[in-house]
């Protein structure tokens, strides 16, 4: 994850708890070696498994800006280690020779199958960080780690240990809403893994917001806004172009319909693997888009209608007209499919009897 290895506490060799003063005094003698292009390095690098820092008098000033305010230098702490008991030193010695396994190893036996408490917080987040940053790496994503760094890092921002750490990290004098701030770690999580997720195989949606479980109540609502959102849109946009179309060429418009159902099939699903069927924004969406197909069976049959049309466009109108009903979701738009599909039929069946009674004529005259 480009926020841990860029993170502004590593570019600035400080820990997560550095004051104020310690930033500006650090950053005013980084200053003077980049600008007589020499570096500092610091054990916090940990070159053995991150990229070098990029330690540029901007990059130095960056940092410094990014974690001007109390609310960003708490953001920036979750994405970072901290030092703050015997087994977070002896990870870190294992840490620096790049040993992650042994410095999870270290961690895992303080910490876990204990509860979050003053003493294993930092060791919690360590893990989580660990975690994040092995779930992001040779241009893949490793789902196990993700899921775990996930998990822990839930479990911590949900302690009831956490406002202690946000006054600890940010001040007591500059309160840090904790709520922006997990919902801007989502969103980090989520730009980190978006061009990950699929529809089926690998990352999925429905696995994203499996592994934000451990996260409070509201925070996995967000979560799940933010998965369908996507799906939504681009099902609005499909409506929106179908009716477009339907209005500039009412002659396409079976055509029309039927690439808005083809076209909007892997959103729907998706949206009713993650909602249910009886989810109250399933339905809405799921009747928006059944009403539009709806309607370009409606316009096709018209129109067959009025050009006395033998095409059989009736039939297919009625084809779009069961494409309409398999969408239906509430009482109100099942009516109008209903009431649709019995008029096409009704109209097909007197249609047969009339052309059955022009061939009988037909045959009676010759």
Known sequence: MNIILNNPFRILGLPITASQKDIARRVSDMLIYTTMERSRKFNTDYLSFFSAPERTPDSVESAARQIERAQNRVFFSLFWFWKNNEADGRAMIRLEKGDIAGGLSVLERFAIGRPISPQTFSSVKNISILYLHQAFT???????????????????????????????????????????????????????????????????????????????????????????????????SEIETSRQKRLQDPGAALITGKLLFKNTLNEMALLRSILSGTHIIYQIISDKLANEVLQCAIDAFNLSVKKNDASGADVKSLILVKCASSLAAGQRTKTRVYDSFNAVKKWMEKNKRQIKKSNEKLSVNQ
């Open 138 to 236: 040779d241009r893949c994503i490793r789902t196990g780690k993700l899921y775990k760094g996930l998990y822990f890092s839930g479990k911590l921002v949900r302690s009831p240990h956490m406002d202690k750490y946000c006054k600890l990290v940010g001040g007591i004098k500059a309160p840090v809403n904790r709520k922006h701030l997990v919902r801007a770690f989502v969103d980090e999580v989520f730009m980190c893994s978006e061009r990950h997720i699929s529809v089926s195989g690998g990352l999925t949606s429905r696995s994203m917001l499996k592994y934000f479980q451990t996260f409070e109540e509201d925070i996995q609502r967000y979560v799940m806004g933010k998965i369908i959102n996507s799906p939504i849109r681009k099902i609005e």
